[in-house]
């Protein structure tokens, strides 16, 4: 069993942080306000969960955000009412300015609707945002985790559903009952819950944010590649890049990658990696003074 335990890293204790603190300052510098990260690993079987929130919150209580708040995101997603907190958590703490994001690499899922709750989005042309259904993790021993999405297991369990129940007399109904074995209805049920609280949270926070002049009907019409997989990206994992999100109204400002600015994202991008990547840590949340990450540990 795998167990996430958080640890605070004291600036001078970590050479690793020293290191990026450079960045982080040459990102403040630039931007005109404070900037943390919100790094979680592609590699172990973690996702966005309430702790992370808390995490986020002790950090945000130590710095002055009277000029805003800027957020690094990398994440695969995890829990919807999770981001929905950490949202709230990011526009209590940064009032009227608001927070503004920068997706360095990719922010599917949960971390997509983190990405919707802010006033901007800043990407480059090769930065990733994905569909808001959320998704499950499976491990199996010594395999990398499989990440598989909430809306395409629906579909899946629909879809054979229907062509049992629309087989003609002389077609045998077994080969479908035998593949519907492999589902628990009491959890398909929950997944349709758990997919319609995702799409309830993404429609609010951005008729609360960046969508606010228009209607909750048009906000779903205008976004319903980040709603419905198979509407555009046809998969889960299929990134929706910043241009396709900055034509359905929403304040993404797109970065060229060659420009100075970016390479010091993509710098703190890539040591920011290299440090989750090793050692077991699972996921880190820092700023330029303070640092947490969670380590794996396996019991």
């Known amino acids: 069993m795998e167990k996430l335990t958080f640890q605070k890293i004291a600036e001078e204790r970590s050479q690793a942080h020293s290191l990026r603190k450079k960045l982080y300052e040459d990102l403040e510098t630039r931007l005109g306000k404070p900037v943390i990260a919100f790094f979680t690993s592609f ?6 969960e309430d702790s992370d929130a808390n995490m986020l919150e002790e950090v945000l209580q130590r710095l002055d955000l009277s000029s805003g708040l800027v957020v690094l995101i990398n994440s695969p997603g995890g829990s919807a009412l999770a981001a929905e907190r950490i949202i709230n958590i990011f526009r209590s703490y940064s009032g009227k300015k608001q927070y503004e994001v920068i997706v360095p690499d990719k922010a599917k899922s949960a971390a997509t609707m983190i990405c919707l709750g802010a006033s901007k989005i800043i990407m480059s042309p090769t930065s990733e945002l994905g569909a808001v259904d959320p998704q499950r993790v499976e491990k199996e021993e010594g395999k990398p985790p499989k990440w598989f999405s909430v809306y395409n297991i629906i579909s899946s369990y629909d879809r054979l559903f229907q062509k049992a129940i629309n087989l003609g007399e002389k077609q045998r109904i077994e080969p479908y009952l035998q593949q519907l074995s492999f589902y628990d209805p009491r959890e398909i049920e929950e997944m349709r819950s758990t997919l319609s609280l995702s799409e309830d949270i993404t429609i609010r926070i951005l008729k609360t944010g960046m969508l606010e002049n228009l209607s909750k009907e048009e906000i779903e019409r205008k976004i319903q590649i980040f709603l419905v997989p198979e509407e555009r990206v046809k998969t889960h994992g299929r ?19 060659r420009d100075e600015f970016w390479k010091i994202v993509r710098e703190l991008y890539v040591r920011l990696n290299d440090f989750v990547s090793c050692n077991n840590i699972a996921k880190c949340i820092e700023n330029k003074n303070y640092s947490f990450h969670a380590s794996i540990r396996l019991q």
């Open 239 to 257: 990134p929706i890049f910043g241009k396709e999100a900055k034509n359905m109204g929403l304040n993404v400002e797109i970065i060229n990658p």
């Open 43 to 48: 590699v172990y079987p973690v996702s966005i």
